[in-house]
């Protein structure tokens, strides 16, 4: 009977190693199984990584295609303004070119104006003579300037003329001084457009009218006196206007 229990016992001591062999060998694989999951891990985060990446690189490229294209539109439509100013810009230096041909060919004429206007001035009934005559040398005076340009001395011109055709039209009174037998009268002078220039005294002991033939005052007779005074009012909008019997030159031969 001793020989079969020392067998047993050799035989539980070899299951026990083996038991313990087998163990040890569990866990080197679990721990290979676990490297082998962090491992795994890792490298799909790495390519988690990669692929947010890569579709962050694609967006970017996407967007910046998309900014490509717009700038090229902008490009395109800066281009065309760029063409069309440039364009524009040749039809400006032309146009100056030949505003200042115009302009060398205006100022004599203007000249010739105002001198046309001097002459008229002085050809016609004397009134407002020292207003007129200032106005036309300031003409003369504008001619000389080099900081006004050519189309304000142009409106100058016509504004001059425009007031000269006004005075043919309306009716005035002012008091004026005028010489009379080497001496001075203080009047009132009344204009009824270009058809009539009177003048009458504060007294009205003078009633005269001027006289394109003899270029002088000429008196006129007591029938007119109070006519003349009667139209200095209407011309002062004094009273209302009125039907008035007054002398007019005779029209001239064209």
Known sequence: MKPILRGSLCAGALLAAAALAGATTLEEIEDVQADRAEAGRQSQNRIDDIVKETDSLETEYKRVLKELEGLKVFNTLMQRQIDRQES????????????????????????RMIESLDMFVEADSPFLLDERRSRVGELYELMEREDVTVAEKFRKVLEAYQI??????????????VDHEGGTLE?????????????????????????????SWVDLDGSYRNQVRQGLRVAR?????DLLLLPVAAPEAG
């Open 88 to 111: 524009d810009i040749g039809k400006l230096n032309q146009a100056i070119d030949e505003v200042e041909a115009t302009g060398r060919q205006m100022l004599p004429l203007m000249v």
């Open 187 to 215: 009047v009132d002078v009344l204009r009824i457009g270009r058809v009539s220039l009177v003048y009458q005294t504060a007294d009205l002991s003078a009633t005269r009218m001027w006289d394109h033939d003899s270029r």
């Open 164 to 177: 000269e055709n006004d005075y043919g039209r309306t009716i005035e009174a002012y008091k004026a001084s």
């Open 237 to 241: 909008k004094q009273v209302a206007p």
